[in-house]
């Protein structure tokens, strides 16, 4: 850690901008460029699940209209298990997804610092 002597009264005091002469730019592009990466990872990550317990609370929610049964913990239980057999089915591609956006702000996070 840098210090700045130079403080009147002896005091001393952190550098503010130490890391910063070591980082290449980071500016606008680079930054929209990482949350252009995120935004559609995010939507894949959790695109199957969300669809899965779409598709269930639809489905329940006709039956319901046709057969005229009001019971609101009806849809519970079907959309806990329709998930959770989506995670067991997707999981892989998920953690896939995942772990290679990783690897791409890794490689961001070594190219602005180099």
């Known amino acids: 850690m840098a210090f700045n002597s130079e403080i009147p009264g002896g005091r001393f005091c952190i550098k503010k901008n130490w890391i910063w002469e070591k980082v290449k730019a980071i500016n606008q592009e680079v930054i929209m460029d990482i949350i252009g990466d995120g935004l559609p990872t995010a939507m894949l990550i959790a695109a199957p699940a969300l669809i899965a317990a779409l598709i269930v609370g639809l489905v329940i929610s006709i039956f319901q209209a046709t057969t005229q049964i009001q019971e609101q913990t009806l849809t519970f239980v079907p959309k806990i298990l329709a998930v959770f057999l989506v995670l067991i089915l997707a999981g892989s591609f998920?953690?896939?997804?995942?772990?290679?956006?990783?690897?791409?702000i890794f490689s961001y996070i070594s190219n602005i610092v180099n």
């Open 94 to 104: 998920m953690m896939n997804t995942l772990i290679s956006f990783t690897n791409r």
